[in-house]
RNA sequence: GCCCGGGUAGCUCAGUCGGUAGAGCAAUUCACUCGUAAUGAAUAGGUCAGGAGUUCAAUUCUCCUCUCGGGCUCCA
């Protein structure tokens, strides 16, 4: 009896009877590794437990504990999803179906173009949770292209996709057959088979704490012009305590949805006879967003920017000397005639900005030129793109062009990194992600010594600020190499805010230039950047960070003053007059309504402060004070509660 | 723009298998004056998103439009 010794992840050695499986070595190991393990890596290559191992294999077992695990197990999943579908629609064919973040979806197209509907999914989940009952073995199997094709003869999709096989690898097909253009597939009853590459998990009894979420129209191969397909979205966890747990986030997610809070807390509205995307600011929501604006101008005045305004409108020839026109122009509004000439709503500041610069002459004494806006621009966003103040046709950009020297670029592009992050820092995000992109690999202007110097300039920059960061190679513009940043909110989604983007193009379309130091006429780098990106979609941010419970310094109302009653009033409006004499937001309550409500309305309010004065405050000038988050906290003097509000607002606490 | 699902009082929602609607909160008025998360009563409030069609009758059925949501696509 001849045997093989492969190689465990610890470096460790085992000696396995031949012909022994990835699943025999999980047994071997241990009885509950054979029950936790879904598939295997040999070599490095995701494999079915049932691969059959060789001699001097590097062999790891996969749980539902990694990420590799639970996206096999997804991806499992999705295949019973296909399974129950096929099943209950005779004549349905089926696409892709992928793991995704969390979940995995599958799509479909029904008989005579049908949809699925609500209750249609509740019918799907039984007939899947049968499927699970029913412990199928996932059976993997490969054949020839023309045996694939055969066996797919009724699903388009698949044989289209098995067509593709040969042709350059497509990323996304790479869960459904190999670039080399081997065709597997996995059977898993006698009626239900699917291309796939898997690996699986070993039997569909493997599954089972999933939840199909909804359903919604996905172009085939994600393309305009192609079918629109029903997509199923699920998502699938290894245990049930997972499952809640994801939905419960899900759940909290919703509570913080941007367009809720501001509803509930009155600070902005959509109202429909304005149309798709365009909100009006109540008193609250724009003191907020003064706040906001207040810090940003108050940062660059100190930051050594020159502030600048511009129209909203300008004439075609500018659009089409910066090259808008030709590369932009179905993101712009349309244009209007006015006296004879074409106008166009502004979709960037830019071009304005460059007019200023080249207003006069520039020397290098002058440089850099920081001009800064905050600039609304409007884009012409397809409509069912909208959503809230997260994606609208018009928003401010916190938007500055630096004009500067070739050999001042890299120091400039690391200050402002610097100064980014700072800024961020302020309203309370303090986790980041950065992406650098590169030089396209087609078509983009500019020397090789000027994308090179930018390039290092901000990849130094990321490597000083200590930043994680990921380089999307050949994602840059075609007019040079930039920086997003991402924030991570309060439960960790991220939001891509940022952007410092390096432009060698736009000096020369509008011919910049200035007077170096020998005399000679240089041109210019121009540096794109924003911090907050939009304001309204910064507001949008910042209030699902917070969920609406916004710190002392933005919080619209700071202090609510609750009079335990009538006799009270006085005293009440006096400590108001204090506090607002000290700058600060405060308001009275009056006894009208029972001292329990009132505290119950200030909290729900999200009030950062609600302060209670009855008999006792009124003889030591003293408040109750309710802080948000915290237990009440009497006799505290006024003084010391003034103080309080001073270090929360000079701390952004 | 495309697919699916919604739109009923200021808000959150119920309801009408076709006979023009109801609750809670909010609002207003009155009473209550209260030490920490909903005091009580009364009143008012709706062309059931808009338009057209079918019908004796449409908020309900059909179609169109607007708009919102979830996706797809897009975001130089």
Redo the contacts with the bound molecule.
């Keep these: 009896m001849s045997s093989i010794v492969v190689q465990l992840p610890d470096g460790s050695e085992r000696e396995l009877p031949a012909g022994a499986t990835a699943y025999d070595l999980a047994a071997d190991i241990g009885p509950g590794l054979a029950k936790a393990a879904l598939i295997a890596t040999v070599d490095g290559q995701e494999r079915d437990l049932n691969t059959e191992l060789t001699t001097g294999a590097s062999v790891a077992l996969i749980t539902d504990s990694s990420e590799q695990g639970l996206e096999t197990l997804r991806h499992s999943t999705s295949h019973v999803l296909a399974q129950a579908v096929l099943e209950l629609w005779p004549g349905a064919t089926f696409a892709i179906g992928p793991p995704i973040e969390h979940g995995f979806y599958y799509d479909f197209e029904l008989p005579k173009g049908g949809?699925?509907?609500?209750e249609d999914l509740e019918r799907i989940d039984t007939k899947m949770r049968d499927i699970i009952a029913a412990d199928q073995p996932f059976v993997r199997g490969e054949v020839s292209a023309a045996e694939a094709l055969e066996m797919f003869a009724d699903h388009k999709y698949k044989r289209e996709t098995i067509e593709r096989v040969t042709g350059a690898e497509d990323p996304e097909l790479a869960t459904e057959v190999a670039a080399d253009g081997t065709v597997s597939y996995y059977r898993n009853s006698d009626s239900f088979v699917d291309l796939c590459l898997g690996p699986h998990v070993p039997s569909t009894g493997r599954l089972g704490h999933f939840k199909l979420m909804?359903?919604?129209?996905?172009?085939w191969r994600?393309?305009?012009n192609e079918p629109?397909l029903?997509?199923i979205y699920g998502t699938a966890w290894s245990s049930k305590k997972q499952l809640k747990q994801h939905l419960h986030r899900l759940e909290e997610a919703a509570k913080r949805d941007h367009?809720k809070l501001a509803?509930e807390l009155d600070l902005v509205s959509?109202p429909?006879e304005l149309?798709?995307?365009l909100a009006v600011w109540h008193p609250k929501g724009a003191l907020v967003r003064k706040i906001i604006e207040d810090y940003s101008r108050d940062r660059h005045e100190n930051g050594g920017y020159d502030f600048a305004f511009s129209p909203h409108i300008a004439k075609a020839n500018l659009w089409e000397t910066s090259?808008?026109l030709d590369?932009?122009a179905d993101?712009m509004y349309p244009p209007m005639e006015l006296d004879g000439a074409t106008y166009y709503p502004k979709?960037?500041n830019c071009p304005f900005h460059v007019m200023i610069y080249k207003s006069s002459q520039r020397s290098y004494r002058e440089l850099p030129m920081r001009i800064f806006e905050l600039g609304t621009v409007y884009r012409y966003?397809?409509?069912?793109?909208?959503?809230?103040l997260l994606r609208s046709r018009g928003f401010t950009q916190d938007d500055s062009h630096i004009f500067c020297t070739r050999e001042e670029m890299q120091d400039e592009l690391a200050s402002l990194l610097e100064f980014v992050l700072s800024v961020l820092k302020a309203f309370g995000f303090d986790d980041f992600q950065a992406k650098l992109s590169t030089r396209p690999p087609e078509k983009s202007v500019g020397d090789d010594e000027i994308w090179e110097a930018a390039t290092d300039g901000l990849r130094a920059a990321l490597e000083t600020a200590g930043l994680d960061y990921v380089v999307d190679e050949g994602g840059g513009?075609?007019y040079g190499p930039k920086i997003d940043v991402d924030v991570k909110d309060a439960i960790g989604r991220a939001w891509q805010l940022s952007t410092i983007q390096a432009d060698f193009n736009l000096p020369e379309r509008f011919d910049l230039e200035y007077v170096a130091n020998d005399g000679e006429r240089k041109r210019p780098v121009m540096i794109h950047r924003a911090l907050l990106g939009s304001v309204e979609r910064f507001f949008g941010v910042l209030l699902e960070h917070y969920a609406g419970a916004f710190p002392v310094w933005l919080a619209p109302m700071q202090v609510q003053i609750l009079p335990?009653?009538?006799?009270h009033d006085d005293y009440a409006h006096d400590v108001a007059a204090q506090l607002k004499t000290a700058g600060f937001r405060a308001e009275v309550i009056a006894?009208?309504?029972?001292?329990?409500?009132r505290?119950?309305n200030g909290?729900?309010a999200k009030l950062p402060y609600?302060l209670?004065?009855?008999?006792?405050?009124v003889a030591n000038n003293t408040v109750?004070v309710?802080a948000r988050g915290l237990d009440?906290e009497?006799d505290v003097t006024v003084d010391a509660f003034l103080a309080r509000l001073a270090n929360d607002v000079e701390t952004h606490a």
């Design positions: 949809t699925f509907s609500d909804s359903v919604a129209g996905a172009y994600g393309r305009e629109m029903q997509r367009r509803n959509w429909q149309g798709p995307g090259g808008h590369f932009y993101g979709p960037m966003e397809l409509s069912g793109a909208i959503h809230g513009a075609f335990v009653a009538e006799a006894a009208t309504d029972p001292l329990g409500k505290v119950r909290k729900s609600v209670v004065v009855g008999d006792d405050d109750g309710n009440v009497r």
